[in-house]
């Protein structure tokens, strides 16, 4: 079981920051601190909407092997009051990922307080009551830091949009950006079922493998898509 939270750590908090400097080492285009940023955050935004409907269903669906992960009893209706706060997350952070506004920064918002809050839930029971449980401990490797990375990346997005030059405006960058969305968005859903999926059969790094492929895969046929109906024209390479 600890081995299934160090797998969901990594897809949901590692994985699309690869994903997304693999993308920046790619695309030509994102030669812009803004650009760069803005990719990162398009990915962290579509991997924490997987991670929030995936969280859902297993409050839903596997409530009891969610308790007995945690080390907390089963049968508690809690469950699907903590699976609709979850849906709640990964559908904000699903609208968000293509989204330049303030909906990111109440996403982001929310978001903290239910992680920082599980957290100390967590912490609690762990020093009153010594609970190990792989749900009561390692989980806290994402509750903490998702929040802390989203929180960095709008503080660095709303610097750079604010700085001379800034491009949020332009329509290049508004067809790139959505292209962008595009990829993160579709990655981070295939990644989401295909975890799901695996961990469903018992083979959850199988599932991450299938998922992570055929989500990249149908995201590059997006963004190559959106791309070409935008008829993007990056801005000039640096020298």
């Given at each position: 079981m600890s081995a299934l939270f160090v797998i969901r750590a990594f897809s949901y908090?590692?994985?699309?920051?690869?994903?997304?400097?693999?993308?920046?080492?790619?695309?030509k285009r994102a030669n812009t601190r803004e650009r760069r940023l803005e990719t990162l955050a398009v990915f962290m935004f579509g991997f924490g909407a997987a991670s929030g409907i995936a969280g859902a269903l297993g409050h839903?669906?596997?409530?009891?092997?969610?308790?007995?992960?945690?080390?907390w009893p089963t049968g508690s209706p809690f469950q699907l009051e903590m699976g609709f706060a979850n849906l709640a997350?990964?559908?904000?952070?699903?609208?968000?990922?293509?989204?330049?506004?303030?909906?990111?920064?109440?996403?982001?918002?929310?978001?903290?307080?239910?992680?920082?809050?599980?957290?100390?839930v967590h912490m609690i029971d762990l020093i009153g009551h010594g609970n190990l449980a792989p749900g009561n401990t390692l989980i806290n490797v994402t509750n903490l830091g998702r929040p802390a990375v989203l929180i960095f990346l709008l503080w660095a997005l709303r610097r750079a949009e604010a700085s001379p030059g800034s491009e949020q405006e332009e329509e290049r960058f508004a067809g790139w950006q959505q292209a962008q969305a595009s990829l993160g968005g579709t990655a981070g859903a295939g990644v989401g079922i295909g975890l799901g999926t695996g961990t469903a059969i018992g083979r959850p790094l199988v599932g991450l493998l299938l998922g992570?492929?055929?989500?990249?895969?149908?995201?590059?046929?997006?963004?190559?898509?959106?791309?070409?109906?935008?008829?993007v024209v990056g801005p000039p390479a640096a020298d």
């Open positions: 908090l590692v994985l699309p920051l690869l994903l997304a400097g693999a993308v920046l080492v790619i695309d839903f669906f596997a409530s009891d092997a969610v308790a007995e992960a945690i080390g997350m990964g559908v904000l952070a699903a609208i968000a990922v293509s989204r330049r506004d303030g909906l990111r920064e109440a996403t982001v918002i929310g978001g903290a307080i239910l992680s920082v809050g599980a957290f100390v992570l492929v055929g989500g990249v895969a149908l995201g590059l046929v997006m963004r190559r898509r959106t791309l070409a109906q935008a008829a």
